[in-house]
């Protein structure tokens, strides 16, 4: 993915959004994430038992919890390369929008038994 990046210099007027573009897209990783991993979870016996963290609540629990992790991780790595600068902020919506509607359409049952 090509970004186009741009610094700002500190007594420009332009106040910077790579903060707010990083917790948009982070969020639509993590969105999809959890879509991702809730259907590797049932399709394979493997990752289903890696996906118990706590067993009242079955494979859920570390579908959730990774999820929430890679959202983290995800949303401090962008924070840290884009805190001070402006970056193309259409094309970050557009890409977190399509994480967000693909993150939906996975989770519909007729969806995901399609993988």
């Given at each position: 993915?090509?970004?186009?990046?741009?610094?700002?210099?500190?007594?420009?007027?332009?106040?910077?959004?790579?903060?707010?573009a990083a917790?948009?897209?982070?969020?639509?990783?993590?969105?999809?994430?959890?879509?991702?991993?809730?259907?590797?979870?049932?399709?394979?016996?493997?990752?289903?038992?890696?996906?118990?963290?706590?067993?009242?609540?079955?494979?859920?629990?570390?579908?959730?919890?990774?999820?929430?992790l890679v959202?983290?991780?995800?949303?401090?790595?962008?924070?840290?390369?884009?805190?001070?600068?402006?970056?193309?902020?259409?094309?970050?919506?557009?890409?977190?929008?399509?994480?967000?509607?693909?993150?939906?359409?996975?989770?519909?049952?007729?969806v995901a038994?399609?993988?």
């Amino acid at each position: 993915m090509n970004q186009q990046v741009s610094s700002i210099p500190a007594t420009s007027a332009v106040l910077p959004n790579g903060s707010g573009a990083a917790a948009i897209l982070s969020a639509g990783i993590g969105a999809f994430m959890l879509a991702f991993f809730s259907i590797a979870a049932d399709k394979s016996t493997f990752l289903k038992s890696l996906f118990i963290f706590y067993k009242p609540t079955g494979p859920l629990s570390g579908v959730t919890t990774t999820a929430i992790l890679v959202w983290l991780i995800a949303w401090g790595i962008l924070e840290g390369r884009w805190r001070n600068r402006t970056v193309a902020l259409a094309r970050i919506n557009a890409v977190a929008l399509l994480l967000l509607g693909l993150s939906l359409l996975l989770t519909f049952p007729p969806v995901a038994e399609l993988f």
